[in-house]
């Protein structure tokens, strides 16, 4: 310590005094910007998002399983995105790890959920297309899973990256920090769901309008085939006419 002091530190104690306090503000400062690395580049931890899309077959029924502990929050939001003959209705159900239903779709194009766990285990979410004898269904589904914002605070930021000392020095700042980080942590969640879902209702209009568009072509040159039959027919039968009377 004396060597980054300086012999001038041993006669003046107000020098040692402001060299500790840069070395703290230092570390505080590099502190919060690892803090504000993290937030940026970090994925989303403080809740579990999971998304699918999966193709139902006719008459048979999907199921997922996602472990939960009594508590959580989990948010399930499906739409169906294509389906033939533009057919977009499907079953849900989702139970409990106790067999206890927990919701019942019936025929439902789209529709969101949230439940909170009353207790420990595997829940089942599943897409039924048994209605349809003949169509498949394509699907999409996330679900969300929220978890205890201190805790990923706790165990993702703060154990690492902030020593004990400033901590205790910067007390109300740390903390202030925090409660905003997680509030945009929370908000940018959030608004990926949004977009996912957004991205979702995208492709199942896409899919709506290129079966129409092929449904119009179809019948387009099937009505062609059918003018130009008729037309043909129509020559044949004057000219057979005309042939007639000659003779």
């Not at 106790?98 to 779709?105: A, C, E, F, M, T």
């Not at 394509?138 to 000392?165: H, I, R, Y």
Request: aromatic share 12%; hydrophobic share 45%; glycine share 6%.
């Amino acid at each position: 310590m004396f060597m980054g002091v300086g012999w001038w530190g041993l006669f003046n104690p107000r020098v040692v005094v402001v060299d500790y306090s840069v070395k703290m503000n230092t570390i505080v400062f590099k502190s919060l910007l690892w803090l504000v690395l993290v937030l940026l580049f970090s994925p989303p931890i403080s809740a579990l998002l999971k998304e699918f899309t999966v193709n139902v077959e006719a008459g048979v029924s999907e199921c997922f399983y996602e472990t939960i502990k009594a508590g959580q929050v989990m948010d399930v939001e499906y739409q169906v995105i294509d389906g033939d003959r533009g057919e977009l209705d499907i079953n849900f159900h989702w139970s409990a790890p106790s067999g206890r239903q927990i919701v019942s779709d019936f025929k439902k194009a789209e529709n969101s959920h949230r439940h909170e766990a009353s207790e420990d285990g595997d829940y089942k979410m599943c897409w039924d297309n048994s209605i349809s004898r003949f169509n498949s269904k394509t699907v999409f589904f996330e679900f969300l899973v929220d978890q205890d914002q201190d805790d990923w605070f706790k165990n993702s930021v703060q154990g690492n990256l902030v020593p004990e000392a400033a901590l205790e020095k910067y007390d109300m700042t740390v903390d202030d920090l925090k409660e905003s980080m997680t509030r945009v942590h929370t908000f940018l969640s959030s608004i990926r769901q949004h977009q996912d879902v957004m991205r979702a209702h995208e492709a199942r209009d896409r899919n709506f309008i290129e079966n129409n568009f092929e449904l119009v072509n179809r019948w387009s040159i099937i009505q062609l085939l059918v003018m130009v039959l008729v037309g043909g027919l129509q020559v044949y039968m004057v000219t057979s006419l005309h042939g007639t009377q000659f003779v």
